[in-house]
Structure formats: structure tokens, C-alpha cells
Nanobody, 124 residues
Framework: VQLQASGGGLVQAGDSLRLSCAAS?????????IAWFRQTPGKDREFVAS????????YYGNSVKGRFSISRDDANKMVYLQMDSLKPEDTAVYYC?????????????????WGQGTQVTVSS
């Protein structure tokens, strides 16, 4: 699976941004668990959100719960992350990832394929 993330940019605190991730795979995309992680320099990748196959069950990191929303378009093999009420501490490189496991994980090691990352910068 190849993943291509896009949609990052420079925004002000309180703004919204939607990240996209295009997947390339010959398999049906609905079988994959999808996720977003983020990373700042010198730190491990932080879990942001995940969604089980076919849109069943969603999970969010505590720092983004209520502000971010993960979604998918299986027909077009797309993953989205809607980010509202952005804060300066949301500044990071955001990565999309997919997994063929049975249960969504919260660790980066539990995901099999990764996009290249897209930078999100939130100014105060």
C-alpha cells in the first residue's frame, strides 16, 4: 500500500484544517484500519485517531478528542482528518497509516504502511 498525505499548512489558533491521505492498493480499502499520527522534533510519533474497517469504531487521542474527526471514503481509497479549534500545540508533522490487524492500535509499531507526512503549523 502506498499512502500520500496532503493538506497541511500554516493556520492561526482556532482555525480548521482538513488533511487528506490517498491510498494506492489493489485490495479493497474497506478492510484496512486507518489512523493518523503526529510527530514533533525529538519526540516519538503520537497517536491522533484511528478508525476500524468500514467505518466501525473510532478512537482519538486525549489531546484531540472533541476537536478532530477521522473519516474515510473507501470507494475512492481516501482517509481524512478534520481538525477544528486548532491550537499551537497541534503543530507537528502528521502521518496517515493503515493496518491489516483486527483491532485498531495506538502505537506506531502496530501499523504496516505509512504516508510521507504533511506539516501542520498553528500560530498563536
Amino acid at each position: 500500500v502506498q499512502l500520500q498525505a496532503s493538506g497541511g499548512g500554516l493556520v492561526q489558533a482556532g482555525d480548521s484544517l482538513r488533511l487528506s491521505c490517498a491510498a494506492s492498493t489493489e485490495r479493497s480499502f474497506s478492510i484496512y484500519i486507518i489512523a493518523w499520527f503526529r510527530q514533533t522534533p525529538g519526540k516519538d510519533r503520537e497517536f491522533v485517531a484511528s478508525q476500524k474497517w468500514r467505518g466501525l469504531d473510532e478512537y482519538y487521542g486525549n489531546s484531540v478528542k472533541g476537536r478532530f474527526s477521522i473519516s474515510r471514503d473507501d470507494a475512492n481509497k481516501m482517509v481524512y482528518l478534520q481538525m477544528d479549534s486548532l491550537k499551537p500545540e497541534d503543530t507537528a508533522v502528521y502521518y496517515c497509516a493503515v493496518s491489516l490487524r483486527q483491532v485498531p492500535g495506538f502505537l506506531s509499531s502496530e501499523y504496516d504502511y505509512w504516508g510521507q507526512g504533511t506539516q501542520v503549523t498553528v500560530s498563536s
